[in-house]
């Protein structure tokens, strides 16, 4: 009998799936310690599915806490916008007004949709003039943005990752977007890729998810609330209530070009 090209290919995926998956909650039950797991429950982060990256945690699918991060109090806002919708922030990038030099790297060197992606991601930031500019760089940026290659893990697969600023104020100095054919496909879209890379940047100057609260509003799945009640909130008059179904900050991709709303652009001029 022979197995065609396709058959082929789905045996070997489910087989890679099934191995990634084993070595995926080894990984955690191992790595993870329960101190760490504290740690990031009491910054008002989901334990769920935490994994160990080289630099930190990976938490919500998308950010990585460091050990600073772990260990550090807050003594940003929160911000609340509308009655349902808060970005919490940890540090915020300092010395404004600012220009952020970013930089495309390693794997992504030279492709034109990633290129391309980053100067729209730039463009639409610069276009809301805050305190807080971007401009591309050949190399070494502030913020360097590389590619890892990651098939699905859980359930979901991880578009790109980022974390926070530093105590000291810097962004953070990496954007890691997945190059792994079921992330994007065989050929990318720009605008996807634009939309992905703005949300990641945002976590880089210190947003949080808009649906922490609840990632079940744009993730599916149940109900978590990681609502964290001891940091001030502040609340900005104007926007509606409810949950906003298009915020650039929403824990998970609808798979759209999702940019900036209007109660995003409220809060990032309130921050910026
Ligand atoms: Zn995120």
Known sequence: MKLSPKTCLAIIGICVLASSCKRESIATLNEVSPAALQKIKAQGFSTDNVRKVNNGYL???????????????????????????????????????RTITVSVSGTLTGIAVWSNATDALIARYNALALQVKFTR?????????????????????????????????????????????????????????????????????????????????????????????????????????GFDAESFMLACSAGTDRTFNPNDIIALNYLY
């Open 59 to 97: 938490v919500e699918g998308d950010i990585v806490l460091t050990e600073e991060n772990l260990n550090a109090q807050s003594t940003s806002p929160n911000l609340l916008i509308a009655s349902d919708e808060q970005y919490r922030t940890t540090n915020l990038v300092k010395a404004l007004p």
């Open 137 to 241: 760089v050949a190399s070494g940026g502030n913020v360097d943005i590389i590619g890892f290659d990651q098939g699905p893990s859980g359930g979901y697969i991880t578009l790109g990752s980022s974390g926070f600023p530093t105590s000291t104020g810097d962004p953070f100095n990496q954007i890691k977007m997945n190059t792994n054919v079921q992330a994007y496909g065989t050929n990318p879209n720009q605008g996807y890729i634009t939309s992905v890379l703005q949300h990641e940047m945002g976590h880089c100057i210190g947003f949080r998810h808009t649906d922490y609260f609840n990632r079940a509003l744009s993730c599916g799945g149940s109900k978590s609330n990681e609502r964290a009640g001891t940091i001030g909130a502040v609340l900005i008059p104007g926007t509606p209530s």
